[in-house]
């Protein structure tokens, strides 16, 4: 039977429908970026999308073929994800903080033609970025495609907040809400930075099912805010006195 990660590790794809802490291990990707209304129908996201299952199923296929990749299991392709923000510069190319534009603080949803995003899906851990590379060539060639906006992309999440979100996008800020209120309980405090985005990984597929059945995992990055619980109460400290 194929590996399936969403099964084999629920932890990270497959949440209750209330929040909860996760400490997300560094993980190698397939990436596209760009910009725009993701759902434009002849927009850049759709077109990212196309390449980024280009490569997957080259990749997934290779056993049929002569490069063999050392380690190969027969997998699942992991599901589609995405980082986004709305800001005017590249993440980690810029000192502005990640999802402020004009004073918007997070995603504002009504503004969609202002959006950024790193478009992903999972690479297996024995896929290499020579790999990578030899399966853009490969796809390049057989699909008479420009595969050159695809990237070997390595992101180390680390600590995080996270939560199913069953509806459609535009209701997430409630998850949001939720995800945060819980986040502060426990002694933390949001860390969305030009490095550390908003998270998404899509559980449904948008084409075949209901706005309000979608199933999504949002996750934010969050850090210690010098606070811990004690029996359901938080007690804080100063962060100097923690240092010393």
Request: proline residues 5%.
């Amino acid at each position: 039977m194929a590996f399936d990660y969403k099964k084999e590790y629920k932890e990270f794809y497959m949440p209750k429908g209330r929040p909860s802490i996760v400490n997300v291990p560094k993980m190698n990707y397939i990436a596209v970026r760009g910009s725009g209304n993701p759902n434009d129908e002849d927009g850049e996201y759709k077109k990212a999308i196309g390449l980024l299952y280009g490569i997957a199923f080259t990749i997934k296929m290779s056993k049929k073929g002569d490069h063999q990749i050392d380690g190969y299991f027969d997998y699942v392709v992991p599901p589609l994800e995405g980082f986004w923000w709305q800001s005017e510069c590249h993440p980690v190319d810029t000192t502005e903080r990640a999802g402020r534009r004009e004073g918007v603080d997070g995603i504002d949803y009504s503004r969609k033609e202002d959006f950024h995003w790193i478009s992903v899906i999972r690479l297996p851990d024995f896929v290499t970025k020579d790999d990578f590379d030899w399966a853009v060539r490969e796809a390049t060639a057989k699909k008479k495609q420009d595969f050159s906006k695809v990237e070997f992309f390595t992101y180390d999440e680390g600590l995080c907040v996270q939560c199913m979100h069953i509806g459609s996008y535009d209701d997430e800020p409630a998850t949001v809400a939720m995800m945060h209120e819980f986040m502060e309980q426990q002694g933390y405090e949001l860390d969305i930075t030009d490095e550390r985005l908003h998270h998404e990984i899509y559980l449904s597929d948008a084409r075949k099912v209901a706005p309000e059945k979608l199933k999504t995992v949002i996750r934010h990055p969050i850090r210690t805010n010098g606070c811990k619980t004690s029996g359901g109460r938080l007690l804080c400290v100063d962060r100097d006195e923690m240092e010393n």
